[in-house]
Nanobody, 124 residues
Framework: QVQLVESGGGLVQAGVSLRLSCAASGHTFSSYVMGWFRQAPGKEREFVAAITRSGRNIYYSNSVKGRFTISRDNGKNTVYLQMNSLKPEDTAVYYC?????????????????WGQGTQVTVSS
C-alpha cells in the first residue's frame, strides 16, 4: 500500500505557472504508475496526466497538452505536475493517484490509491 500527499496548490492569476508535488510513502514508489486528476465543483473527476513506472511513457489530456508536464523522481518518491500558462478553467482540486498496473492510464477506476488533493484556483 502507498500513501500519497499532494502539495503546491494555491491561488494564482491566469498566465502564471505552478508546480504540484506528490510525495509517496509506504511502498516501492518505482513500482507504481502515477497519475494526476482534477475535479472542478459540480463536475466529475477527470484525467490530467499519467506517467509509467520508469517514466518512459507519458499521457496527457487534450486540455492540458502543451501546457502541463508530468515527471517523476523515483529516488525522491515524488511525482510532479508543472503547470504553465494557467487558465481559469484549470481551477479544480488536483489529485495524485497511484496503481501498480493502471490498466488504462486515463481512467479514474484504474487507480487504487489517492491523495487528499490540493486546491488550484486561477483567477482571470
Amino acid at each position: 500500500q502507498v500513501q500519497l500527499v499532494e502539495s503546491g496548490g494555491g491561488l494564482v492569476q491566469a498566465g502564471v505557472s505552478l508546480r504540484l508535488s506528490c510525495a509517496a510513502s509506504g511502498h516501492t514508489f518505482s513500482s507504481y504508475v502515477m497519475g494526476w486528476f482534477r475535479q472542478a465543483p459540480g463536475k466529475e473527476r477527470e484525467f490530467v496526466a499519467a506517467i509509467t513506472r520508469s517514466g518512459r511513457n507519458i499521457y496527457y489530456s487534450n486540455s492540458v497538452k502543451g501546457r502541463f508536464t508530468i515527471s517523476r523522481d523515483n529516488g525522491k518518491n515524488t511525482v510532479y505536475l508543472q503547470m504553465n500558462s494557467l487558465k481559469p478553467e484549470d481551477t479544480a482540486v488536483y489529485y495524485c493517484a497511484a496503481d501498480p498496473d493502471a490498466f488504462s492510464r486515463t481512467v479514474v477506476a484504474s487507480y487504487n490509491y489517492w491523495g487528499q488533493g490540493t486546491q488550484v484556483t486561477v483567477s482571470s
